[in-house]
T-cell receptor, first 117, second 113 residues
Framework: DTAVSQTPKYLVTQMGNDKSIKCEQNLGHDTMYWYKQDSKKFLKIMFSYNNKELIINETVPNRFSPKSPDKAHLNLHINSLELGDSAVYFC????????????????FGPGTRLLVL | AQSVTQPDIHITVSEGASLELRCNYSYGATPYLFWYVQSPGQGLQLLLKYFSGDTLVQGIKGFEAEFKRSQSSFNLRKPSVHWSDAAEYFCAVGARGGNKLVFGAGTILRVKS
């Protein structure tokens, strides 16, 4: 009964490839997020979707494209992978993105460790 | 825009000793504040959060944190550390109604027996 799950857990690939990371939450939340944790463990938000609509889009290369087929899923597609894309990518979800405070608490998945060779 | 500073990159404490991890934030209004813990190779687990009301908040695993507006701080404390507490701890601040969490750089806690 995992709350926020990500697949795969580990991903090793060559430069130039295209890959996807999947995220699913079974919490009934409306809002989902992607964060990138770099080699120095610094966490930074990339995207946020609320009910399948993009609400946060930080300065991320357009090689990264999130896709939300429904509000329980937010997948991350990465085209033409580069060495600098190596990181841990975390998915998170919250009940909503605004409103009463308790609805904004974010719950994180286990992370996907991406290594680009 | 909000920002978070965790001044200590590493902290080592003896098992059974008390712990305080520092967190300072910058935000123009009253923020939402969080502490998350990341064990090696694991995801982020929410320890506790502050939204409003009582400035001393209790979390899981015996942790607590105190919001001090005058010092722009939200330090995490535990009276007696256990070896299983060894992990990396992240403080985060969220803007109300915007839901973009900004994280500190993390503090690595080592526990010696």
């Amino acid at each position: 009964d995992t709350a926020v799950s990500q697949t795969p857990k580990y991903l090793v690939t060559q430069m130039g490839n295209d890959k996807s990371i999947k995220c699913e939450q079974n919490l009934g939340h409306d809002t989902m997020y992607w964060y990138k944790q770099d080699s120095k463990k610094f966490l930074k938000i990339m995207f946020s979707y609320n009910n399948k609509e993009l609400i946060i889009n930080e300065t991320v290369p357009n090689r990264f494209s999130p896709k939300s087929p429904d509000k329980a899923h937010l997948n991350l597609h990465i085209n033409s992978l580069e060495l600098g894309d190596s990181a841990v990518y975390f998915c998170a979800s919250s009940l909503s993105f605004e409103g009463p405070a308790t609805q904004e608490t974010q719950y994180f998945g286990p992370g996907t460790r991406l290594l680009v060779l | 825009a909000q920002s978070v500073t965790q001044p200590d990159i590493h902290i080592t404490v003896s098992e059974g000793a008390s712990l305080e991890l520092r967190c300072n934030y910058s935000y123009g209004a009253t923020p939402y504040l969080f502490w998350y813990v990341q064990s090696p190779g694991q995801g982020l687990q929410l320890l506790l959060k502050y939204f409003s009301g009582d400035t001393l908040v209790q979390g899981i695993k015996g942790f607590e944190a105190e919001f001090k507006r005058s010092q722009s701080s939200f330090n995490l404390r535990k009276p007696s550390v256990h070896w299983s507490d060894a992990a990396e701890y992240f403080c985060a601040v969220g803007a109300r109604g915007g839901n973009k969490l900004v994280f500190g750089a993390g503090t690595i806690l080592r526990v010696k027996s």
